[in-house]
């Protein structure tokens, strides 16, 4: 199989099976196939997307590039956690000891920043003594023993990742959906876990800006944990304004142990519940998010955990004497503040320049061989809503010198913005996409995928596919069916109508819900006739999704879509009396 004919086949939109697929990974790998025909599929992918049997396979192949962790020997269920990223996100220095406390096992495999801050390791790395590089055996015998160890990812998981995503990064095909989606899932898929809770950052702050952006990744992501047999769900929340207070290594693992004591910031006690409470319903530790966020909001008053924090540290080397002893983590020798010159209520926080000025004074990366400064960052004393007055503290910043720190208080002077009215507080979870929520909805856009490459399309090449789902289970699909007398073409939602009303055995057949998917820059829009005819042999509230090749999907139903259609009842009043 020529990799010249897979590059083809997805430059047309069509699915690749995973042999195809396999053909090339494995060709990429033994360096048959070269950087620039995987950066021509890669750009393919970019433009015609992939289904979600195709992200699935193209996931599976990449986390079996490699090593992949075996946590069998470890009793219960392992659920893993990934956030998408974001300016102060310390959620894991929270989550694995929290979870820990009331039983949960916890392995994670974490990596190092690149970019505002440092990554999980590197804020652990931050207490004096911590290891992160750990055996596979003396990982899982942690978790064993104790319920928590969080280690650097090994060089050998999921390679061919990392190939990949070296060539997107200098070929314009990072920001795209699958490609995401594949990248992260692979590395979760080989590090072991039965389930996995992605935290879906939405925000200035985040890689994902709007939340259509944000829900499309976590439905595709949940869509490849769930083929995969891992049970999946994502939490979409806020990046519109830093996470907690605290910027930077040292300083935010100061807040995590203040979280751990039910004492942090509302905003990251509040993401850390939410996510925890999925953790422990997935590891079978609650039956609801309701009953887990009690049993972890006890952990939290009764001290356990924060004892598990400590029991961790010492584990990995660490000096557990910091909890008691703060200041026994890196500290900055240099502390300036921020001061409002006015009173007012705090309306914006943009997070980005917050994570940026954190970089600058050393607390990230802006390449790979930067080193990270442990102390530094930057502390954000306000949160959107609040009321302040002329004097008081905005941000603290901590620098390696006062030149540094007066750059950085310059540089965040016009970030904390006020206005003389009352500020609502914004909304921090923004949703869910659980295990198994899209599930009828994705194969119903998949059978419509599959259809649209039955479309005959000589004269316009807009290929469409359609696919209907009965009461009873069912579905029947339709593709466009072109003539030279325009007039003549058949469109696929019609298509797929025709087909199921000429195969019915009974007089009446509901359709319960319709999907349709083109090339389009938008999701797809039915013509009038398509929509006259849904609206004859749907009901008005018969759900419609509507959808493209870049996973761009609009929910809608059949009334939305025709509202006041022509009816069988309007047309009684068009015949003679006698035929009525």
């Not at 905003?267 to 925890?276: N, Q």
């Not at 909001?297 to 400590?310: P, R, V």
Request: hydrophobic share 40%; net charge negative; with cysteine.
């Amino acid at each position: 199989m020529r990799a010249v004919d897979v590059i083809d086949k997805k430059r047309r939109g069509l699915a690749l099976s995973k042999q195809e697929l396999q053909a090339l990974m494995d060709g990429y790998l033994k360096g048959d196939v070269p950087d620039y025909q995987m950066s021509a599929f890669l750009m393919a992918v970019v433009w015609r997307g992939m289904t979600t049997q195709e992200m699935a396979d193209f996931t599976q192949l990449m986390a079996s590039s490699g090593d992949e962790l075996d946590l069998r020997g470890i009793p219960g269920m392992k659920v893993d956690k990934h956030s998408t990223g974001g300016v102060g996100d310390k959620t894991t220095l929270i989550l694995g000891p929290l979870l820990a406390s009331i039983g949960v096992p916890v392995a994670k495999m974490s990596g190092r920043g690149l970019g505002h801050t440092g990554g999980t390791i590197d804020k652990l790395e931050s207490i004096p003594g911590f290891q992160t590089s750990l055996t596979t055996q003396a990982f899982i015998d942690q978790v064993t023993q104790i319920g928590v160890a969080v280690a650097g990812q090994s060089g050998d998981l999921a390679p061919a990742d990392k190939r990949i995503y070296a060539l997107r990064d200098v070929t314009a095909t990072v920001e795209s959906i699958p490609l995401i989606a594949s990248s992260i899932m692979s590395k979760k898929l080989a590090s072991g876990a039965n389930a996995i809770v992605l935290d879906v950052k939405v925000g200035s702050g985040a890689f994902m800006k709007t939340e259509g952006d944000a829900r499309r990744l976590a439905r595709t992501m949940v869509g490849i944990g769930n083929r995969a047999g891992r049970q999946t769900v994502a939490v979409l929340s806020s990046m519109e304004e830093p996470l907690g207070r605290a910027i930077g290594n040292a300083l935010e693992v100061k807040e995590a142990i203040a979280t751990l004591m039910h004492r942090g910031p509302d905003d990251l006690t509040e993401v850390c519940l939410t996510l925890g409470a999925e953790m422990a319903v997935l590891a079978g530790a609650a039956k609801s998010p309701e009953e887990a966020r009690e049993m972890l909001i006890q952990a939290l008053d009764d001290g356990s955990a924060l004892a598990k924090f400590k029991q961790f540290v010492a584990a990995q080397g660490g000096d557990p004497s910091i909890v008691d002893e703060p200041d026994k983590l890196p500290t900055a020798p240099v502390v300036q503040q921020l001061r409002a010159n006015r009173g007012g209520y705090v309306s914006s926080l943009e997070a980005l320049p917050f994570g940026e000025a954190a970089m600058r004074l050393g607390a990230g990366r802006a390449t790979k061989e930067d080193v990270i400064n442990p102390a530094v960052g930057v502390v954000v004393q306000v949160s959107v809503g609040q009321r302040v007055e002329a004097g008081d503290v905005l941000v603290e910043v901590h620098a390696d010198s006062e030149s540094a720190a007066s750059a950085c208080l310059l540089e965040l002077t016009d970030t904390v913005v006020l206005s003389e009215t009352p500020v609502e507080r914004p909304k921090l979870i923004l949703g869910y996409v659980r295990n198994g929520d899209d599930d009828g909805d994705e194969e119903l856009l998949q059978a419509a995928l599959q259809a649209r490459e039955k479309a005959y399309v000589p004269y316009s090449g807009f290929a469409v596919g359609a696919a209907l789902r009965t009461a009873d289970g069912r579905i029947v699909t339709g593709a466009n069916i072109e003539n030279a007398s325009f007039g003549l073409t058949n469109c696929a939602e019609r298509s797929a109508v025709f087909s199921l009303m000429s195969a019915r055995t009974e007089p009446d057949v509901a359709i319960a819900g319709v999907a349709v998917v083109a090339d389009s820059p938008d999701p797809v829009a039915p013509c009038g006739a398509c929509r006259q005819v849904l609206a004859e042999f749907c009901s008005p509230n018969t759900p419609v999704l509507l959808a493209n090749l870049h996973h761009d999907i609009k929910k809608t139903t059949v009334g939305e879509l025709l509202p006041g259609a022509f009816t069988p009842e309007q047309m009684a009043y068009a015949q003679p009396d006698s035929e009525r």
